[in-house]
């Protein structure tokens, strides 16, 4: 090998660019590399996060969990809600009595708080493999990995959803855990409880806030032909995106009450995107909806930003069981909390939960 003709070229490059030109090259360069490596070296977060647990999720995960739970969707950008309704559904955070939580295996050779298969075999009810020496990791830093630590344990399994399709889809990624549609169910039903209320991580994140009108009243919703008050789009195509949900309405200057939110572009109607309704339910439950006071929308107990959920048990709403299409189209509605204003025009300021 020889390098005479590499030589040759930098000799062409000084002559022709002279030494002020090779060097502002040089710095050109060094600049793109340093670029491409801190590229290469960032973490894309989650498309979408909540910003605190709900009371729900205080009183009943204990709080060192809680912390672990959080820490683990942050490290490998899922959201920890699910973690902790799989930690929930799983062993109960771990105190579950049953055999293979504190010690041992079950009858599938599951292990730890968020039952990893270890590789024990069938005793009895399946086989559950060896998730644990691909998936385990060492989330403490003491240099064991032990399925039995919930500081190792749910670190693994934020890895394992992770690797299994979350945060894009989170009910694949739930199902590659346990391959049962019950399962699935259950673990979002817990998480909706869990979660608090929404907020974007493609932006800025933070608490609900108000947000003044700055002149742009209404603006479409990508890819639902829908029109909105531009300062939720961004909560709306939150929720869509994170429940698998369909917008049917928005905006509407007619058929809808003259005193609610759509002739505001305050409200939504939501319907599952492929026709699973727990995925309303989650939703509805994710702002503090519950059946004890469905009747008036749950106003006054819901979290921000929303002003009333009006699903199963508030007349002409909810799912095919509580409204029956055609005299009653099933859905979910929400909406947004926002100063007086009179129909059709814009509110002084509106409630958001995501960054605009």
Same mark, same amino acid.
């Given at each position: 090998?020889?390098?005479?003709p590499?030589?040759?070229?930098?000799?062409w490059?000084l002559l022709?660019?002279?030494?002020?030109?090779?060097?502002?090259?040089?710095?050109v360069?060094i600049?793109a590399? *340093? *670029?491409?490596?801190a590229?290469?070296?960032?973490?894309?977060?989650?498309a979408f996060?909540?910003?605190?647990?709900?009371?729900?999720?205080?009183?009943?995960? %204990?709080?060192?969990y809680?912390?672990?739970y959080?820490?683990?969707g942050?490290?490998? !950008?899922?959201?920890?809600?699910?973690?902790?309704?799989?930690?929930?559904?799983e062993?109960d955070?771990?105190r579950s009595?049953?055999?293979?939580?504190?010690?041992?295996?079950?009858?599938?050779?599951?292990?730890g708080?968020?039952?990893?298969?270890?590789?024990a075999?069938?005793?009895?009810c399946?086989?559950? !493999?060896?998730?644990?020496?691909?998936?385990?990791?060492?989330?403490?830093g003491d240099?064991?990995?032990?399925v039995?630590?919930?500081?190792?344990a749910? %670190?693994?399994?934020?890895r @394992?959803?992770?690797?299994?399709?979350?945060?894009?889809?989170?009910r694949?990624a739930?199902?590659?855990?346990?391959h049962?549609d019950w399962y699935v169910?259950?673990? *979002?039903?817990?998480?909706?409880?869990?979660?608090?209320?929404?907020?974007?991580?493609?932006?800025?994140t933070? =608490?609900?806030?108000?947000?003044?009108?700055?002149g742009?009243?209404?603006?479409?919703?990508? !890819?639902?032909?829908?029109?909105?008050?531009?300062r939720?789009?961004?909560?709306?195509?939150?929720?869509?995106?994170?429940?698998?949900?369909?917008?049917?309405?928005?905006?509407a200057?007619?058929?809808?009450?003259?005193?609610?939110?759509?002739? *505001?572009?305050? =409200?939504?109607?939501?319907v599952?995107?492929?026709?699973d309704?727990?995925?309303?339910?989650?939703t509805?439950?994710?702002?503090?909806?519950s059946?004890?006071?469905?009747?008036?929308?749950?106003?006054?107990?819901?979290?921000? %930003?929303?002003r009333?959920?009006? @699903?199963?048990g508030?007349?002409?709403?909810?799912?095919p069981?509580?409204?029956?299409?055609?005299?009653? %189209?099933?859905?979910?509605?929400?909406?947004?909390?926002h100063?007086?204003?009179?129909?059709?025009?814009?509110?002084?300021?509106?409630?958001?939960?995501?960054a605009?």
């Amino acid at each position: 090998m020889t390098c005479t003709p590499a030589r040759s070229g930098a000799l062409w490059l000084l002559l022709v660019l002279g030494p002020i030109g090779v060097a502002l090259i040089v710095v050109v360069l060094i600049t793109a590399v *340093l *670029l491409i490596g801190a590229t290469a070296s960032t973490t894309t977060p989650a498309a979408f996060a909540v910003s605190e647990p709900s009371d729900d999720a205080v009183a009943d995960i %204990p709080a060192a969990y809680l912390a672990l739970y959080r820490s683990a969707g942050e490290r490998y !950008g899922v959201d920890w809600a699910i973690l902790a309704a799989i930690g929930k559904v799983e062993t109960d955070h771990g105190r579950s009595r049953l055999p293979g939580v504190q010690s041992g295996f079950n009858c599938a050779g599951a292990a730890g708080p968020m039952q990893f298969g270890v590789g024990a075999g069938d005793h009895g009810c399946g086989d559950a !493999g060896n998730a644990w020496a691909v998936y385990g990791v060492d989330g403490d830093g003491d240099g064991d990995h032990d399925v039995y630590d919930p500081a190792d344990a749910i %670190p693994a399994a934020a890895r @394992y959803l992770r690797a299994s399709g979350a945060p894009d889809d989170d009910r694949r990624a739930i199902f590659a855990y346990n391959h049962a549609d019950w399962y699935v169910a259950r673990v *979002l039903e817990w998480a909706g409880r869990y979660r608090g209320a929404l907020a974007r991580a493609t932006g800025a994140t933070g =608490a609900p806030r108000r947000v003044p009108f700055s002149g742009t009243w209404l603006a479409a919703v990508p !890819g639902t032909g829908e029109r909105c008050d531009a300062r939720i789009v961004a909560d709306v195509q939150g929720l869509i995106d994170r429940f698998g949900l369909r917008l049917t309405a928005c905006f509407a200057a007619t058929g809808h009450a003259a005193g609610g939110e759509h002739p *505001l572009g305050l =409200a939504t109607d939501l319907v599952p995107a492929d026709g699973d309704w727990t995925r309303t339910m989650t939703t509805a439950r994710s702002f503090g909806w519950s059946p004890h006071c469905a009747a008036n929308g749950c106003a006054g107990h819901l979290r921000p %930003p929303m002003r009333v959920v009006l @699903y199963n048990g508030y007349p002409g709403h909810g799912d095919p069981a509580h409204c029956a299409a055609p005299a009653c %189209p099933p859905h979910l509605h929400l909406s947004w909390s926002h100063a007086p204003t009179q129909p059709l025009t814009p509110a002084p300021w509106v409630e958001v939960g995501a960054a605009v």
